[in-house]
């Protein structure tokens, strides 16, 4: 078998710079887009704004040299310069030097707004999208390394579009200049020397920093590793404490953070070796220059404002050279972070809407599966020609071994993947055919573990339907047997639940759940091991609440425990992805078969481990 050839350097080099252009011609739009007249308005203005401080700037230093030679008597025939004086030239060199940095405060007072429009839109496109994103995808990815590309991306893009306009950009020009007055004012010779300084400066700038781009990106692989482990290690905190586990995950931690405390210190190094060989080329540069500017003094060619002059020109051009290798290694470093988030953005959803797809209609909510078959991964099938139908307003329980495909029923249902074979149907309406918002209107989910936003208790049972009065709110609230415990708390309503709800017990959490699927109001309902997470006590008073729940809507009811399905009008028992037996609770026990077998090793206590996959 033959090997795939290793990447080179210039490969990875060829690699980012193919990346980085890609990533700025997707960022262009954003700062001119079409049909956006203001924004564009705003553009040229704000580099209108930009030329008039750079033209100043590259003035000012001929007032400084005037003012200088007002001083030593050297002005010659200049008429208008003896009639200005020393003094008036020095004001007029102060009223430059604040000139150019009014016309800078104008340029980023009139390009804030639309950088900050490019950085929400952006934003906001990411965020939608993830959300799009198939659960496959949410199930493989980590939290905390997904929400540190987004935030790294949308951070690169406010820097990329402020310093690639405003720094870069304007170093050139004002580089051109500063050139040309050289080649003008003085000789060839100066022009000559300053090119070829900025030359070996801009070369050692950008081999040095490509270096520190590479130390920098595994500096970020570290610490999004770091981050990921501190999130779910966060998440997790109870099971942290039942193990005795902190010093464990302190460590886990510490191991993360070493790889990135080693990055970060070569970072620094390379950082500290960039500063001074950029301080060594641009001193030596200097040092020619004013040692030509000083013979020429000697020689009488030049003026001492003159050598003045060269001198200030020199000052102007060093600074913001200084900050280039920071800017080109962080504009390097944005490019990087917006390209992993263009890819996110890239990243497929796996279910998507068919172009022109139709709204479900629900006339009565009949479910049928027919002939299922699906597999999360092509070699391991979960549903092997699964069939079964719901009527409309009836209950029909799936209930099952563990792995026998119970809760992948319920994301097919949902729609959170797409069947491989066969068709699931709502009322003749093939779920494919249909739009994913009218499905999941349709359908009210009641889990396992009802996972609260961290918000008020109001803000939760409203997320049902946001545009519910507080009667409304109230009624569900009372339906599901929670009004009364809320409103003995100090704040009502107004309670806040704590992060995923854990200021609440879970029998409260699954009466805010069930409040929140009774405002929503929907035609089906998918209990998915709706109280199995819950105490024996806790789970038959929540039971009648969701018996009221189901009238007149059609249920599907995920089982783990039996003594909850037994007034379902049909039982589906499903092993191995297929259904082995159907029928009533009574029917099921006189057949004497799996379902008859589960139930007698649940009433004697025993558990048969048919928790949900």
């Known amino acids: 078998m033959r090997r795939g050839k290793r990447p080179t350097t210039a490969d990875l080099s060829q690699f980012d710079r193919e990346q980085g252009m890609r990533t700025i011609r997707k960022v262009a739009p954003y700062l001119w887009p079409p049909g956006q007249g203001w924004v564009k308005r705003r553009v040229v203005l704000a580099l209108a704004a930009l030329l008039l401080a750079k033209v100043v700037s590259v003035g000012t230093p001929f007032l400084y040299k005037a003012a200088v030679d007002s001083l030593t008597g050297e002005t010659r025939d200049d008429t208008l310069l003896l009639a200005v004086g020393a003094v008036g030239l020095t004001v007029a060199y102060g009223m430059a030097r604040l000139m150019n940095t009014g016309f800078q405060q104008l340029r980023d007072a009139i390009f804030t707004r639309v950088g900050q429009r490019a950085l929400r839109r952006l934003a906001l496109e990411t965020f939608t999208h993830i959300h799009r994103l198939s659960l496959r995808y949410h199930i493989s990815r980590k939290t905390g390394g997904l929400s540190r590309v987004m935030e790294r991306g949308v951070k690169g893009v406010e820097f990329l579009l402020r310093f690639l306009l405003f720094s870069i950009g304007p170093l050139i020009v004002e580089l051109a200049m500063v050139g040309v007055v050289f080649a003008l004012a003085f000789d060839l010779w100066y022009l000559g020397v300053v090119a070829a300084v900025i030359a070996v400066y801009f070369k050692f700038t950008f081999v040095v920093t490509d270096w520190r781009v590479k130390i920098r990106r595994r500096m970020n692989d570290q610490d999004t590793d770091a981050n990921q482990k501190a999130i779910d290690s966060l998440l ?174 319920g994301r097919l249902l949902f729609r959170f993947y797409d069947v491989t074979g066969g068709a699931v149907t709502i009322d003749g309406q093939d779920l494919r055919e249909v739009t994913q918002d009218s499905l999941h209107r349709a359908i009210g989910v009641v889990p396992q573990d009802t996972v609260l936003f ?160």
């Not at 586990?245 to 210190?265: L, Q």
């Open 236 to 409: 997790n905190f109870e099971t942290v404490k039942y193990f005795g586990a902190e010093s464990r995950e302190a460590d886990r931690y510490d191991r993360a953070m070493e790889g990135y405390e080693d990055a970060a210190i070569k970072t620094s190094y390379s950082l500290a070796l960039l500063n001074f060989g950029q301080a060594f080329i641009i001193t030596l540069g200097m040092i020619a220059v004013m040692v030509m500017a000083a013979m020429g003094v000697q020689a009488g060619q030049l003026t001492v404002g003159d050598f003045v002059m060269v001198n200030a020109y020199m000052i102007q051009i060093t600074m913001p050279l200084n900050f280039l290798g920071a800017v080109y290694r962080e504009i390097r470093q944005s490019l990087i972070d917006m390209g992993d988030m263009f890819a996110l953005l890239e990243q497929p959803a796996e279910v998507t809407d068919r172009p022109g797809a139709p709204a479900l209609k629900v006339t009565g909510g009949a479910v049928e599966f027919r002939d299922v078959r699906f597999g999360y991964e092509p070699e391991r099938p979960i549903l092997q020609g699964v069939s079964f139908t719901v009527p409309a307003g009836r209950k029909v329980a799936i209930v099952g071994p563990s792995g026998a495909g119970k809760s992948t029923i």
């Open 454 to 613: 961290n918000d008020t208790i109001l803000y939760n049972i409203a997320y049902g339907r946001p545009d519910a009065s507080p009667a409304e709110i109230e009624a569900a609230a009372r339906a599901a047997k929670i009004h009364d415990f809320v409103t003995a708390l100090p704040k009502g309503y107004e309670t806040l639940v704590g992060e995923r709800g854990l200021k609440l017990s879970g029998g409260e959490k699954q009466r805010v759940g069930i409040a929140r699927t009774l405002l929503k109001n929907p035609p089906i309902l998918l209990l998915d091991e709706a109280t199995s997470a819950l105490d024996s006590e806790t789970e038959a008073g929540i039971q009648s609440e969701l018996k009221a729940m189901g009238e007149g809507r059609t249920v599907i009811a995920i089982a783990h425990r039996l003594s909850t399905i037994v007034d379902a009008d049909e039982i589906v028992v499903l092993e191995d992805g297929h259904v082995i037996e159907r029928g009533t609770h009574e029917a099921l026990l006189a057949c004497g078969g799996r379902y008859a077998a589960m139930w007698q090793r649940q009433q004697a206590g025993e558990d048969d481990d048919i928790a949900a996959e």
